[in-house]
């Protein structure tokens, strides 16, 4: 399967653990996206890489949390001190710049989190 | 605020009929709509997407319809199937890469 990959796929955790995800996005796409999914809600921007530089965060993004994508290729999301309101799905999507179908976003299957 | 609004919520609808899902928008600085089906347990997976200078994109039995003038887009899933029971989630973008997503609308087909 050449999709984008999440690991882990499920995740609990205590109130003030760290927690880390890891993304594998499709080989040769150059941009990765890091989304939150709350129950019965759509996906919300979180941040975005373009190869190794990190282009756009979103507010919703404190600073308990950070993205990594060292040498463009896979990227870590890590939250730090978890709260219970951290607790939903976390979705990683690549797309490839100049890709014929405008920016076309991958999504990767996603980790849930359930923080206790 | 919610950038893109999506209604209804659920959906019922008999295998063989027409399942239409609605959004509406207020930013007209976007210019790239796509259409996300998501079963459970799964990522969303692109269905169909269309640019602002066309009123309509058909392929296969999906058709979003867009409305420039109104803000609105919708679509229209031609003789559902059980197999298309998901929940399906409009989103908006423009020439950066942040995606806005609507509110999701839970389809079931009825067989």
């Known amino acids: 399967d050449t999709g984008v990959s999440q690991d882990p796929r499920h995740k609990i955790t205590k109130r003030g653990q760290n927690v880390t995800f890891r993304c594998d996005p499709i080989s040769e796409h150059n941009r990765l996206y890091w989304y939150r999914q709350t129950l019965g809600q759509g996906p919300e921007f979180l941040t975005y890489f373009q190869n190794e530089a990190q282009l756009e965060k979103s507010r919703l993004l404190s600073d308990r949390f950070s993205a990594e994508r060292p040498k463009g290729s896979f990227s870590t999301l890590e939250i730090q001190r978890t709260e219970q309101g951290d607790s939903a799905m976390y979705l990683c999507?690549?797309?490839?710049?100049?890709?014929?179908?405008?920016?076309?976003?991958?999504f990767g299957p996603g980790t849930r989190l359930t923080v206790l | 605020q919610q950038q893109v609004k999506q209604s209804p919520q659920s959906l019922i609808v008999q295998k063989g009929g027409i399942s239409i899902i609605n959004c509406a928008y207020e930013n007209t600085a976007f210019d790239y709509f796509p259409w996300y089906q998501q079963f459970p347990g799964k990522g969303p997976a692109l269905l169909i997407a269309?640019?602002?200078?066309?009123s309509e994109k058909k392929e296969g039995r999906f058709t979003i319809s867009f409305n420039k003038s109104a803000k609105q887009f919708s679509l229209h899933i031609m003789d559902s199937q059980p197999g298309d029971s998901a929940t399906y989630f409009c989103a908006a973008a423009n020439t950066g890469n942040q995606f806005y997503f609507g509110t999701g609308t839970s389809l079931t087909v009825i067989p």
């Open positions: 269309i640019r602002p200078d066309v």
């Open positions: 999507a690549s797309s490839h710049r100049g890709a014929r179908v405008y920016n076309e976003q991958f």
